[in-house]
């Protein structure tokens, strides 16, 4: 558990760009704000995913205006992401490459 919560958000966000289906993806667009904290530290990180274009860019350090969706965690439970990253279900909704 340590190894993952050791793991810097922006490169949690770059394995999952990693895996976009860019096909799956075609004429979508995502934004999503998500906000992770530490409570034993007192701070929070900001960072931004989306989708357009068939490609997934992710930023650290802002939040868009026009995010469909914020998303918080805290430090601790965000690591839970990384499975969500390498899971996502088969199926044509998915922009999430399984393989």
């Known amino acids: 558990m340590d190894m993952v919560t050791s793991v ?3 490169m949690l966000l770059d394995a999952l760009a990693l895996r976009l289906d ?3 993806c075609t004429g979508q ?3 999503v704000n998500l906000v992770v904290t530490d409570e034993a530290a007192g701070t929070s990180e900001h960072h931004v995913l989306w989708v357009e274009n ?3 860019t992710t930023g ?3 939040h868009l205006a026009e995010a469909h969706a ?3 965690s805290s430090r601790r439970s965000s690591c839970r992401w990384r499975s969500v990253a390498w899971a996502s279900p088969r199926g044509s909704n998915s922009m999430v490459n399984p393989t």
């Open 8 to 10: 810097e958000v922006p």
């Open 54 to 56: 068939s490609c997934c």
């Open 70 to 72: 914020t998303a918080t």
């Open 29 to 31: 667009r995502l934004v």
């Open 22 to 24: 860019p096909d799956a």
């Open 60 to 62: 650290s350090g802002t």
